[in-house]
């Protein structure tokens, strides 16, 4: 039986630590192509290259595996990947993005590069999956992220997806207990309220940093949110179809402007 093919990105560059311990993980699961970022592409949501060149480079860095990094956003690697690098040859089974160095969750998913290429993969009709790990540290540990990532990635090969949905997947930090399970959930309703400090430069001219504070108005217990601080793996099922169903019978009935 032909092992699986695993698509392999993400958005903190090729040369991050999460995409090394996800690769590491895939190889023993299938057959790996990476195609990522060659710098950092956090926070780019799923924005793609329309108004300049993009630039794909063979890579030797992942030991046995066939890899390439791409100029472009995290989304353009997964288009590159399907429509170019397999263009002649089987399609990916499977994407999987990350791990990132950071969480995604609740609002985060919108912007988040990671959960991009995931997103990408599902509009292909591929089964995808975003993994982040939830710790900015620059020393983040992530030891404890390949059974995780080995596990939900193995149900995914197996069982398949529905139609259109992704996984974004959530790990906590490592503490000094073990995560006590894996929670499938919904979006926390929070959000960043930003800030904006105003400097300037030696010719007088301002400039600006966005600063801000994550702000979690869930007070349930069946999120995202609650999930990580309770030491869970968060999994939920994000689908590109962003149509507000429910509102759309609301506005049939309530406005005046419809003919």
């Given at each position: 039986?032909?092992?699986?093919?695993?698509?392999?990105?993400?958005?903190?560059?090729?040369?991050?630590?999460?995409?090394?311990?996800?690769?590491?993980?895939?190889?023993?699961?299938?057959?790996?192509?990476?195609?990522?970022?060659?710098?950092?592409?956090?926070?780019?949501?799923?924005?793609?290259?329309?108004?300049?060149?993009?630039?794909?480079?063979?890579?030797?860095?992942?030991?046995?595996?066939?890899?390439?990094?791409c100029s472009g956003t995290p989304a353009d690697c997964?288009?590159?990947?399907?429509?170019?690098?397999?263009?002649?040859?089987?399609?990916?089974?499977?994407?999987?993005?990350?791990?990132?160095?950071?969480?995604?969750?609740?609002?985060?998913?919108?912007?988040?590069?990671?959960?991009?290429?995931?997103?990408?993969?599902?509009?292909?009709?591929?089964?995808?999956?975003?993994?982040?790990?939830?710790?900015?540290?620059?020393?983040?540990d992530f030891s404890h992220t390949p059974e995780i990532?080995?596990?939900?990635?193995?149900?995914?090969?197996?069982?398949?997806?529905?139609?259109?949905?992704?996984?974004?997947?959530?790990?906590?930090?490592?503490?000094?207990?073990?995560?006590?399970?894996?929670?499938?959930?919904?979006?926390?309703?929070?959000?960043?309220?930003?800030?904006?400090?105003?400097?300037?430069?030696?010719?007088?001219?301002?400039?600006?940093?966005?600063t801000g504070n994550f702000v979690n108005f869930d007070?349930?217990?069946?999120?995202?949110?609650?999930?990580?601080?309770?030491?869970?793996?968060?999994?939920?099922?994000?689908?590109?179809?962003?149509?507000?169903?429910?509102?759309?019978?609301?506005?049939?009935?309530?406005?005046?402007?419809?003919?």
């Amino acid at each position: 039986m032909a092992r699986p093919l695993i698509l392999v990105t993400n958005d903190d560059g090729i040369t991050a630590r999460g995409i090394s311990n996800l690769v590491q993980v895939m190889k023993e699961l299938g057959d790996v192509l990476v195609v990522a970022p060659d710098g950092p592409q956090s926070g780019m949501g799923h924005a793609i290259t329309v108004g300049d060149t993009l630039r794909l480079t063979e890579t030797f860095i992942f030991e046995g595996v066939k890899a390439f990094e791409c100029s472009g956003t995290p989304a353009d690697c997964v288009k590159m990947a399907r429509h170019f690098v397999c263009k002649d040859s089987r399609q990916p089974d499977v994407v999987v993005s990350g791990i990132n160095h950071g969480s995604n969750t609740s609002i985060s998913v919108l912007y988040s590069g990671t959960m991009s290429a995931a997103i990408e993969g599902a509009i292909e009709g591929t089964p995808s999956i975003g993994f982040s790990l939830c710790d900015y540290s620059h020393k983040a540990d992530f030891s404890h992220t390949p059974e995780i990532v080995k596990r939900i990635t193995q149900q995914v090969l197996e069982k398949g997806l529905p139609k259109g949905v992704a996984l974004n997947v959530n790990i906590p930090p490592k503490r000094n207990e073990p995560v006590k399970g894996i929670r499938v959930c919904r979006q926390a309703n929070a959000k960043w309220v930003e800030e904006f400090v105003q400097r300037f430069d030696p010719n007088g001219r301002s400039y600006f940093w966005m600063t801000g504070n994550f702000v979690n108005f869930d007070k349930g217990e069946d999120n995202d949110e609650w999930a990580i601080a309770n030491n869970y793996v968060s999994v939920v099922p994000c689908q590109f179809d962003l149509t507000a169903h429910s509102a759309i019978p609301v506005l049939n009935e309530e406005w005046n402007i419809l003919g």
